[in-house]
């Protein structure tokens, strides 16, 4: 079990980020900051500062998608300057890049998210475009989670409604795991089920107060989605965050590209309609998700029907390894695009 040493979550504490990364490592020298273009513009004097007031030498790599040709860039130029820590400074693009170079290069990665847009803040895993697999793949855990509020709040309301997406998906990825639990035998850590269903229980719970964006909705969201990735770290796969939602999410990305929605919002869609064949209630998902600014309609992220049903079907077969609700119910086309119509996706 593999889990981060050290998490800070709250106002301003990017300023913080120096001696964070010297109480993980008194002997640290260097550390290689890769980040977004606008997240450096933003934010990146106070995080420079704060890495400068603690005497490290920063090197820092803007990137602008989470392809492999990227990483595989990265890693060459990165090699070169030998750093302590990798920094993954800003949305889910940079941490996951951040995350999969410092895996190739065996080294400690923090962390340090501007979005609070997905669970991949403090999970062991990744989505890079260009390799082989169409689901995350397993890398290291970062060490250390940083969580500036402060700098959370300044980022488009649509990625904390993302972020939601993500945390109601637990819902359905944990009454996955149940089932193939039940019927392929399969491991279930009762603690991990737990832990992530938590975590989207309270965003159920509190979807209402959510919606502003104070200190409370932020912080409610980040933490949720740090313990969630912390619950894929102690049942050591992703089973705990990641079912049939999850597959169907993929499975868009496969059929229609990458330019549809954020990961959150396909997730949340995805949600919604195996609650349903898995009779949970989903009209309470549909509430939350709405409360929370987050779609609930195939059209409000330009899918069509045809779209949807095409995933809905595609979506087993690209991981036919992991057990789910769609791998018992077989759907075809007629009852995939009744299953979607049935919850008012379509
Ligand atoms: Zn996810």
């Not at 900051?33 to 490290?56: Q, Y």
Request: aromatic share 6%; with cysteine.
């Amino acid at each position: 079990m593999e889990l981060p040493r050290k998490i800070l979550v709250g106002n301003g504490v990017i300023s913080q980020l120096g001696s964070f990364i010297t109480e993980l490592d008194r002997n640290a020298l260097k550390v290689a900051i890769i980040t977004g273009k606008n997240v450096k513009a933003r934010a990146g004097t106070v995080c420079k500062s704060s890495v400068s007031e603690s005497s490290l030498q920063d090197s820092w790599y803007i990137v602008n998608d989470a392809s492999i040709d990227s990483v595989n860039r990265l890693q060459t130029k990165i090699s070169d300057c030998v750093p302590d820590f990798i920094i993954g400074f800003g949305g889910g693009r940079s941490v996951d890049i951040a995350k999969m170079t410092a895996f190739k290069l065996n080294k400690p990665l923090l962390s340090v998210p501007t979005s609070a847009s997905h669970d991949g803040i403090s999970s062991p895993f990744v989505s890079i475009r260009g390799t082989d697999k169409p689901h995350s793949i397993k890398v290291n855990t970062p060490i250390g989670v940083l969580a500036d509020t402060q700098l959370l709040s300044e980022a488009p309301l649509r990625l904390l409604a993302s972020g939601c997406g993500d945390l109601v998906a637990k819902l359905t990825a944990v009454k996955d795991w149940e089932l193939a639990r039940d019927e392929m035998n399969e491991y279930f850590g009762g603690y991990a089920a737990n832990l992530a269903y938590m975590s989207a229980k309270i965003i159920l719970d509190e979807s209402r107060k959510l919606l502003h964006k104070n200190g409370f909705g932020i912080r409610t969201i980040v933490e949720a989605l740090i313990s969630a990735g912390v619950a894929a770290c102690i049942a050591g796969s992703s089973r705990p965050c990641s079912g049939a939602e999850h597959l169907f999410s993929h499975a868009l990305e496969y059929v229609v590209g990458h330019n549809y929605g954020l990961h959150g919002e396909r997730v949340g869609l995805g949600t919604i309609m195996m609650a349903k064949l898995h009779n949970l209630d989903w009209e309470r998902i549909v509430e939350t998700l709405e409360n929370v600014g987050a779609p609930t309609k195939a059209k409000q992220i330009k899918l069509n029907e045809e779209q949807v049903v095409k995933s809905l079907l595609t979506a087993q077969s690209l991981r036919p390894g992991r057990y789910t609700i769609l791998s018992k119910l077989k759907l075809d086309k007629r009852s995939a695009l009744e299953l979607a119509k049935s919850v008012h996706i379509l």
